[in-house]
């Protein structure tokens, strides 16, 4: 039987490499010179450092740069809050990876709404979608791609 998997994911080498990059632009910009400006990566959370909220923000908009110049969507970014503490500012950004449950179950909704002959099964944190016509499953994919998700979604191993 025909299937396929949905993912959200994103290569994790790609990121850091992304993050170097960013640390490298921010220490040879003028405007961050003496500032203390890093970016710090933490499994799946990176840490902004700076001086003000202002800097924050452009340190941002670098990391967006570099990340989509990587291949990276920036859609899985999860920005929090920045803290203010004295002279410095922090941020986090957290790099969604995985589908969650409450995502899961409202695309597993939306499939089967659809009234197209498949099945859609959570497995972890991806999606199974399986049925017998190879077009049906193209459907299901074109139909995913036109929602409205947060979260980028990949579409994996396609076997027929």
Request: one cysteine or more; charged letters at 30%; hydrophobic letters at 35%.
């Amino acid at each position: 039987m025909p299937s396929f998997d949905v993912v959200s994911d994103f290569d994790a080498h790609e990121a850091s490499n992304a993050i170097d990059q960013s640390n490298r632009e921010v220490t040879t910009r003028f405007d961050f010179k003496g500032t203390g400006s890093k970016y710090e990566l933490d499994g799946q959370v990176i840490s902004l450092t700076s001086q003000s909220d202002f800097q924050l923000k452009q340190m941002l908009d670098i990391l967006r740069q570099k990340l989509v110049k990587r291949g990276i969507d920036i859609a899985c970014l999860d920005e929090k809050e920045p803290e203010f503490s004295g002279s410095e500012a922090r941020q986090q950004v957290i790099l969604r990876k995985g589908i969650d449950s409450d995502l899961a179950r409202k695309l597993v909704k939306m499939v089967k709404g659809s009234k197209l002959k498949v099945q859609a099964a959570i497995q972890g944190d991806q999606l199974r979608i399986s049925g017998k016509k190879r077009d049906d499953l193209q459907a299901v994919i074109t139909l995913l791609k036109n929602a409205d998700v947060e979260l980028p979604l990949q579409y994996e191993n396609f076997r027929d």
